[in-house]
């Protein structure tokens, strides 16, 4: 490169770099920095530079310092076990047990040990074995009290930085890894001749053309939540497939959650450990009292549904108990017994609630979407074909297959399974067609399906996510990072 | 739902006709269940329907592929014959668990798979269809050690003590009750009783302590074991009966021979095992309003056939007889899917549905979306926290009274971080601040999400309010700085808002205000720096909460 075209890439941080640096003299980044106002790391970068244009000599110089190691700093702190050790002979008198002064010291096993020895090798102590092993001070230790023990001097010393050690006492410390050597490179620079020149003639050559490849800062934009994203576009394509929204509620009567549901009150689903049960409030309000007598018939004998029932007497004590909603079915029952458009069809994404364990697969939190359809002559093919629309419009399934499945509330009942591009076959959603004695107690006299679908794990896929915990991601840097889903 | 093993080779002798793999993953479609996982001969099959426990061993999943794959259709029939054995129920255990079944089989040559099989779907039945042992346990006994009659009656805690399964030693029943590890499992089926039910034999020789445990002597079955008694205990004599029939049908599967006993209650003498069938009527019309299939009577008729029903035409209806280890049918409907079952799902064609109805999205979740676009626009990232929450930050870490502050809580929280509904946002937000301290600053979180308080008017004692909650970290955030970021939500909203004096101790005095807007609360400030200190933050931090 010629000289002119050098300079006249020159940025303005490389200028006032060079203007800083002598033809003679090095000098270190630290005191560049100070002469040129500059961050040391625009120093370091521009330095870099200079030198592979080759207007700059660059010299590094090792240097090896000594500095106190975390033992190190610790025991000048709080002081070595030897003057623990020899101060707790001087409290008890200047004589005492090896187990009196061990307590007093309060040093551990090792540690103790350790400072008897050195005691004992510079003869601040005397030793008299025995059924008691006595241990007594010799007068030496005076040098130790004093302040002139030559390992504590040289600990000090290389903590205040100073070159004047005693070799011995270092040798000691660097054995007992009080003290370590680190190496460190320091880069001091100077002027060459090519340089010198290129600073005279900064100025007079054309500036630097603009450099559009150069890195520029980050912006971090304003955006929804993915997930959150991700469910309200989920919302938006079920309102143009003609679903109207149910409510979403967190907090549910065991009437809906299960009772309507035709869940029996003795089934294990119900238990302590496969649902969250709550503390405060306990109980909250049935509703109408027809209802509740024709949900009660029907589990205990059927009532008006033609159904024989579980045959056991029904609690209302245990369906008014509140709990966290554990599927968003109980949305569909709730919405089946405030009341319904007919024909209609309805949906809910609700938060649901299971003690679970929480693991890359598995939230104690998460969605679900849920559905149901009634109106007349509304049938089981209807349920495989809505299920089949919904899993390819909303999963984004290439294919499906229907096998059979069991839910307490409906009756045949299915299980969707779908192709999915990426995953393979996976069960996608479960339905059936509702159970007289879930609808016939609500008044409910036509053909009623309904369906569930776990959303989480095909929100994982669209948001490439590979641990479900990221559903609720707790990392900004990821949430800054994540793409915007089209569509 | 039930996961069951089966061995391919043994599925292949009970179904008697050579299987594939893949013949068997299409036809235990039939008995409801689906394979989950092969490992050389060994399959395992989850079994969908958790009330039908005949079809929870290979016996019954057998049983159902024959009446697809063989000439062995309709109610099968087991052959019963008389014994002169008997149970004699005493009435001190009316009380604590009434009612038993049993029966005898004769004649068992019980190989390693047999085995398996019987323990396993022993397991099944008492956990599922039994209610974890509630409703039905299960006890099978080597007979040859057991002298008739048997006797069912209650004893002291410390009247009669037995050597209890894999243990060496005897103890007492409330030791057992105490110390044994079922014991302790299944303890509270028997809490509140003074005496415990026993199942013994004409001498006092123990044979278990149902629902508990059985006798480590006369309660072991091995391979060695010629004679079998197996008996159920529980609350209903139908399901007792029922988990018998589907314990006993299960070894008659393997030609062992079944004989009755004669339970005689105080009043009444009874005789099982009962394989008499049960019936239910179908109408064809329902068949074909509920499946949408265009079938004829003719037709319902061969699939239920095929499906273990004995089926016929009956008066315009269709009756259905279906066996006795069924206890699964309540409704017509219960028929109809195992017509549909039949059929096979996979022949169903789906059918597409024309309502003339309009979608409708609700109000609050419009409102969330409209929220949610005015604070991306602002510049803010959004985030979702759970709902589920601690004291520890709701309450202490925002330096409120642990004593005032009631919560909606969970009483059997498995986690200290969630035993609580939220009842504010801007804790959580907080805390995920702590969590990202080692990233660029400044930091602009938001979250619309729900808040739940109680509230003793509304029905479920719960008033769940959805709630924006914004929470600027880094320098310059300051009051100015929050409150105009309010002034931007409430200008875009179209709302007006006020400002009063804050009463929230997390915030700093001076600079922060509770807000009315729109009929709705919040508040607004900055984070004062005790609250900073306890949630690890370093950097000045403002919020904004607000009802939505």
Known sequence: MELSQKVESLSEIEVTCLKALDLKELKGLDEIAGSARIPIDSVRRALEWLREKNLVEVVEEKDERLVLTAIGKSSLRKALPERLFVEALVELGGRGSLDQVRKKSQLNRPEFNVAMGIAKRNAWISITPGKETVLELTGLEKELLDGEYALEKVLKAVSEESRQLNEKALKEALKRTLVEAVMSVEKRARLNKEGEMALGMVGKVKKRSYNVHGAVPKIFIGKKQPYAQFLEQLRQKLVNLGFKEMKERLITQEFYNFDVLFQPQNHPARSWTDTYQLKQPKFGKLPDKKVVAKVKAAHENGGNTGSRGWGYKWSEEIASRLMPMAHGTAADSRQLVEGIEVPGKYFVINRCFRPDVVDASHLVEFNQFDGFIVGEGINFRHLLGILEKVAIEVGGADEVKFFPDYYPFTEPSVQLSAKHPKLGWIELAGGGVLRPEVVKPLGINVGAIAWGMGIDRLAMLKLGIKDIRYLFARDLKWLRKSKMVVE | ?548
Not at chain 2, 24 to 41: I, Q
Not at chain 2, 370 to 382: F, H, K, N, P, S
Not at chain 2, 449 to 476: F, M, N, P, Q, Y
């Open chain 2, 1 to 548: 739902m039930p996961n069951v093993n089966v061995s391919l080779k043994d599925m292949q002798k009970l179904v008697g006709k050579r299987l594939s793999l893949a013949d068997f993953k299409e036809t235990v479609l039939y008995a409801k269940g689906e394979v989950e996982a092969v490992d050389g001969d060994s399959i395992t099959v989850d079994i969908k329907d958790t009330n039908r426990p005949d079809l929870f061993s290979a016996e019954g999943i057998a049983r159902e592929i024959r009446g697809r794959l063989t000439k062995d259709k309709g109610v099968p029939k087991y052959k019963v014959r008389t014994s002169s054995v008997s149970v004699i129920v005493d009435k001190s255990v009316a009380k604590i668990r009434p009612c038993i079944a049993a029966a005898i089989i004769k004649n068992v040559k019980i190989n390693e798979e047999t085995l398996i099989q019987m323990i396993n779907s022993q397991e099944k039945v008492c956990m599922t269809f039994g209610r974890k042992r509630k409703e039905a346990a299960v006890g099978i006994y080597d007979w040859d050690k057991l002298k008739q009659p048997m006797h069912y009656r209650a004893y002291k805690p410390q009247a009669k003590k037995f050597i209890p399964l894999e243990y060496k030693f005897e103890m007492d029943l409330e030791e057992i009750l105490l110390e044994h590890p079922k014991g302790k499992e299944y303890k509270h089926l028997l809490d509140g009783y003074s005496t415990y039910p026993i199942f013994e034999d004409s001498k006092g020789v123990v044979a278990s302590m149902p629902p508990i445990i059985n006798s480590q002597l006369t309660g072991k079955v091995s391979k060695k074991t010629k004679d079998l008694l197996v008996e159920v205990t529980g609350y209903s004599q139908k399901t007792v009966n029922t988990a018998l029939n589907v314990m006993v049908s299960s070894l008659a599967e393997r030609g062992f021979e079944v004989y009755s006993v004669k339970i005689k209650y105080p009043n009444k003498t009874i005789v099982t095992p009962d394989f008499l069938p049960k019936k239910v009527f179908v109408m064809a019309e329902d068949v074909r309003k509920v499946s949408g299939l265009d079938l004829d009577s003719k037709e319902i008729v061969n699939l239920l056939q095929n499906a273990r029903y004995d089926a016929r035409k009956k008066k315009g209806k269709i009756e259905c007889l279906y066996p006795a280890y069924r206890d699964d049918i309540l409704h017509p409907v219960d028929v109809i899917e195992d017509v549909l079952i039949s059929y096979g799902f996979g022949k169903i064609k789906p059918k597409p549905m024309e309502l003339a109805v309009e979608g409708k999205e609700r109000p609050e979740g419009k409102r969330a979306r409209v929220v949610r676009e005015i604070c991306a626009g602002l510049g803010l990232q959004g985030v979702l926290t759970y709902t589920m929450s601690s004291k520890a930050k709701q309450v202490e870490k925002i330096g409120l009274n642990a004593e005032k502050e009631q919560f909606v809580e969970l009483a059997n929280p498995i986690s200290e971080s969630y035993t609580v509904f939220r009842k504010r946002l801007y804790p959580e937000l907080l805390q995920f601040l702590a969590e990202n301290k080692h990233y660029a600053f400044p930091q602009k979180i938001f979250e619309v999400g729900k808040i739940l308080e109680l509230d003793s008017k509304a029905e479920t004692r719960v008033s769940e309010k959805d709630r924006l909650c914004i929470a600027i970290s880094g320098k310059g955030a300051e009051f100015t700085v929050i409150k105009g970021v309010l002034d931007a939500v409430a200008d875009n909203l179209g709302l007006k808002y006020e400002l009063k004096g804050n009463t929230e101790p997390a915030l700093e005095k001076g600079k922060s205000a509770s807000v009315a807007i729109g009929g709705k609360k919040g508040l607004v400030g900055e984070v004062n720096k005790t609250v900073l200190q306890s949630f690890g933050l370093e950097q000045p931090t403002a919020v904004l909460e607000l009802e939505i």
